[in-house]
C-alpha cells in the first residue's frame, strides 16, 4: 500500500493546480473591422475589472450565508483525581446563546454589504460602457485623422511637383520649391504623428478587454459617423437622474453599510449566556450518575466593546460626508460636461457649415490662381495649412464632443 500511496502523493505535488491565468484568452478578439456592439460584448466578457467586481458580489453571498450561522456547541471532560476508587468524571455541553440581537445584525450587515457589492458592480459596468464607447470614437477619430493627414500629404506632393516644374520652367524662384519641400516633409511629420496616435488608440480599446496587443484592423465606422453629434437633455433634466447615478448609489449603500456595522457593534455590548448540561459519576460510595446544570454570564466591566462602536460611528459620519462630496462631485462634472457638449456642438456646426467650406474653397482658388501664374507659392501654402488646420480641429471638435456625451453617460450609468 505504501509503494503506491507514496508515488500518487508525489505526482499530484508535483502536478499540482492549473494556473488561472493560462485558461483566460490573450486575444478575444477576431481580426478584421470591429463595430461598438462587438467591442461592448469583448469588454463586458473580458475586462478583469469587470470580473473583480463580480467576483466581489460572490463574495459577499458568502458573507450573508457565515452571518446566519448560529454558534457551535462546546463539549468538555472533566476529571477529578486519578485515583479510580475516588475520581469524579463529569461530561457536559455548553450551549451559547447569543444575547442583544447579535445574529440579526449581522444579517443586516451583510446584506447591506451585498447591496453595496451590486451598486459597485453597477457601477463599474456604466464606467466600462463609457470607456469602451470613448476608445471606439477615439479611434474612429484617429482613423480619419490618418486619412486626413494621408491626403494632405498628397496634396503637399502634388503642389511640390508643380512648384518644381514651374521651376523648371522659370516661371517662379527655386525658393518657393524650397518652400513647397518643407511643407512636405511637415505633411509627412503629421502623418507619422496621425499613425502613432492611431495605434495607441488601438491599445487603449484593446485594453478595455484585456489585450494589450489590438488584433483588429480597424473600427467600423466612417466620418460621417461621426459627424452625427450626441444629444442629450437639457442639463436640468439630466441633474433631476443624479441621485440614481451608479456612484451616488454605490455611496448611499457604502452609508447604509455603516450604519448597520453601528447595529452590530452595538449588539455586542451585551454579554452572551453559556447554558451548561451534562452528568457528573463519582466513583466514591457507588453514587452512580446525576445531573449537571450550569449558566455563566460574563461581567462587562471593563470591556463593553465601546471602542468598536466609537469607530462604526466614526466611520459612518465618514460615509455620510464622502457621500456629500460625491453628490457635490458628481453635480459638478455633470455641468461641466453638458457646457462642454454644447459648446462642442456650436463649435462642430460652425466649422461644418461655414469654416471648412470657406477653407476648401480658398485652398481650390488659391491652386488654380498658382496654375494660372496670378498667385505665389506661398498663397498656396498658406490656403493649404488653414484647411488642414481646419479639418484638424473639426475633428478635435467632435472628439470633444463625443468625450462630453460619454462623460454624461458615465456619470448617469447609461
Known amino acids: 500500500m505504501r509503494r503506491l500511496v507514496l508515488p500518487l502523493a508525489m505526482a499530484a505535488a508535483w502536478l499540482g493546480p492549473m494556473p488561472i491565468a493560462a485558461a483566460q484568452d490573450a486575444a478575444p478578439e477576431p481580426p478584421g473591422a470591429i463595430s461598438l456592439d462587438a467591442a461592448l460584448a469583448l469588454a463586458s466578457a473580458h475586462n478583469p475589472t469587470l470580473s473583480a467586481a463580480r467576483h466581489a458580489l460572490d463574495a459577499a ?82 482613423q480619419e485623422r490618418v486619412r486626413l493627414a494621408a491626403a494632405s500629404a498628397g496634396i503637399a506632393a502634388r503642389g511640390a511637383s508643380v512648384a518644381a516644374r514651374r521651376v523648371a520652367a522659370g516661371k517662379i524662384s527655386p525658393v518657393e520649391e524650397t518652400k513647397a519641400g518643407v511643407e512636405l516633409a511637415n505633411a509627412e511629420l503629421e502623418r507619422a504623428e496621425a499613425d502613432a496616435a492611431l495605434v495607441a488608440a488601438r491599445q487603449a480599446l484593446s485594453t478595455l478587454w484585456g489585450n494589450p496587443s489590438p488584433r483588429f484592423a480597424e473600427a467600423d465606422g466612417s466620418l460621417d459617423t461621426l459627424s452625427a453629434l450626441p444629444v442629450r437633455p437639457d442639463a436640468a433634466l439630466l441633474r433631476d437622474g443624479l441621485d440614481a447615478a451608479p456612484a451616488a448609489v454605490a455611496s448611499q449603500r457604502e452609508l447604509a453599510r455603516r450604519q448597520a456595522e453601528i447595529n452590530v457593534q452595538r449588539s455586542r455590548q451585551y454579554p452572551d449566556v453559556t447554558l451548561s448540561v451534562g452528568a457528573k459519576r463519582e466513583n466514591a460510595g457507588d453514587r452512580g450518575y446525576y445531573p449537571v446544570l450550569g449558566v455563566a454570564i460574563p461581567l462587562p466591566l471593563f470591556d463593553r466593546n465601546q471602542g ?107
Request: charged residues 20%; glycine residues 6%; aromatic residues 6%.
Open 61 to 142: 453571498e458568502g458573507g450573508i450565508t457565515q452571518a446566519r450561522v448560529i454558534p457551535n456547541p462546546e463539549v468538555a471532560v472533566l476529571v477529578e483525581d486519578t485515583r479510580q476508587a475516588t475520581r469524579t468524571t463529569t461530561a457536559q455541553m455548553n450551549l451559547p446563546v447569543e444575547l442583544g440581537g447579535k445574529r440579526a445584525a449581522r444579517i443586516g450587515a451583510a446584506q447591506r454589504g451585498r447591496e453595496l457589492a451590486q451598486a459597485q458592480l453597477g457601477a463599474t459596468e456604466s464606467d466600462l460602457r463609457a470607456s469602451v464607447i470613448g476608445a471606439f470614437f477615439n479611434v474612429l477619430v484617429a
Open 308 to 414: 468598536n462602536l466609537y469607530t462604526a460611528i466614526r466611520q459612518a459620519d465618514k460615509a455620510a460626508d464622502e457621500y456629500r462630496a460625491t453628490r457635490l462631485r458628481l453635480d459638478h462634472d455633470l455641468q461641466q460636461a453638458t457646457s462642454q457638449l454644447a459648446v462642442s456642438r456650436s463649435s462642430a456646426q460652425a466649422l461644418r457649415d461655414t469654416v471648412l467650406p470657406a477653407a476648401q474653397h480658398a485652398y481650390q482658388a488659391a491652386t488654380q490662381g498658382f496654375e494660372a501664374g496670378k498667385f505665389s507659392y506661398l498663397e498656396v501654402l498658406d490656403a493649404q495649412r488653414t484647411l488642414f488646420q481646419a479639418r484638424i480641429r473639426y475633428l478635435g471638435v467632435i472628439a470633444s464632443a463625443w468625450q462630453a456625451a460619454t462623460t454624461i453617460d458615465r456619470i448617469l450609468g447609461r
